[in-house]
C-alpha cells in the first residue's frame, strides 16, 4: 500500500449511469490530483486541489465532477461518460509545495464504460 | 501543457545488461522526476532532480539532467528481471510555488531472463 487508497479498483458503468471514484490518503499531504490513463496517451492532469481548494480544471469535460470535502479526501463524481471515457483514473498526493519529494499515487480506478 | 517525451518509447534488453531511458522537454521547469509503473497499477515514484543538479543516484538509478539541452537521462544498471515495467519522466510546473507534474509518454522496458 502507498498511503493512497483508491476505490473502487475497477468499475463497469452504462453511459446513463452515475457513480463516483473515490480517493483517500492520510499521509498529511496537502495536495489532491485526479489523472487519467488512455491507452497509448500520456497521463492527463484532470484536477488539481490545494488545500481543499479547486487550482485547476485541465479543460475537462463536465460530465467529470470533482470533489475534495477536505484534505484527505477526493472524489470524481461521474455521470453520463462516453466509451471514450475508459481509461484507468488515478488519484495522487503531495506536500503540494514545488520541490518537495513526490507525488504518492494510489493504485488507480479501471473505469470501462459501456 | 508542455509533456516530457521518453525515448526510447520501448526498450527490450538481456538480463544483467544496462538500460538508459531519455526524456526531452521544452519549458523552464522547477525538478524533474522518474516514475515507475508496473502494468495496470499507480506510479511510483523513484527520483526527482532539481533544476540546479546535474547528476543524482539512488542505488541501481543514476539521472542525470541538463537543463541546456533541456533534457534528462534514466540510467538503470546491472538490470533486473523485476524492473519490466513502464518509465516516465514527470517535470514540474508548478507555478507560485504550488506543485504540478506534467508527464511524458513513458518508456516500457523489458528485461528478458
Known amino acids: 500500500e502507498t498511503g493512497v487508497t483508491q476505490t473502487p479498483r475497477h468499475l463497469v458503468m452504462g453511459m446513463t449511469n452515475k457513480k463516483s471514484l473515490k480517493c483517500e490518503q492520510h499521509l498529511g499531504h496537502n495536495a489532491m490530483y485526479w489523472y487519467k490513463q488512455s491507452a497509448k496517451k500520456p497521463l492527463e492532469l484532470m484536477f488539481v486541489y490545494n488545500f481543499k481548494e479547486q487550482t485547476e480544471n485541465n479543460s475537462v469535460p463536465s460530465r467529470f465532477s470533482p470533489e475534495c470535502p477536505n484534505s484527505s479526501h477526493l472524489f470524481l463524481h461521474l455521470h453520463t461518460l462516453q466509451p471514450e471515457d475508459s481509461a484507468l483514473y488515478l488519484c495522487?498526493?503531495?506536500?503540494?509545495?514545488?520541490?518537495?519529494?513526490?507525488?504518492?499515487f494510489g493504485s488507480g480506478t479501471r473505469l470501462t464504460v459501456v | 501543457s508542455q509533456q516530457g517525451e521518453e525515448d526510447p518509447q520501448a526498450l527490450s534488453i538481456q538480463e544483467g545488461e544496462n538500460a538508459t531511458m531519455n526524456c526531452s522537454y521544452k519549458t523552464s521547469i522547477n525538478n524533474l522526476q522518474w516514475y515507475r509503473q508496473n502494468s495496470g497499477r499507480g506510479l511510483v515514484h523513484l527520483i526527482l532532480i532539481r533544476s540546479n543538479e546535474r547528476e543524482k543516484h539512488s542505488g541501481r538509478l543514476r539521472v542525470t539532467l541538463d537543463t541546456s539541452k533541456k533534457s534528462s537521462s534514466l540510467l538503470i544498471t546491472a538490470s533486473r528481471a523485476a524492473d519490466t515495467a513502464s518509465y516516465f519522466c514527470a517535470t514540474d510546473e508548478g507555478v507560485q510555488g504550488a506543485q504540478k507534474l506534467v508527464f511524458g509518454q513513458g518508456t516500457r522496458l523489458t528485461i528478458n531472463p
Open positions: 495522487a498526493s503531495s506536500s503540494g509545495r514545488v520541490g518537495s519529494y513526490g507525488y504518492t
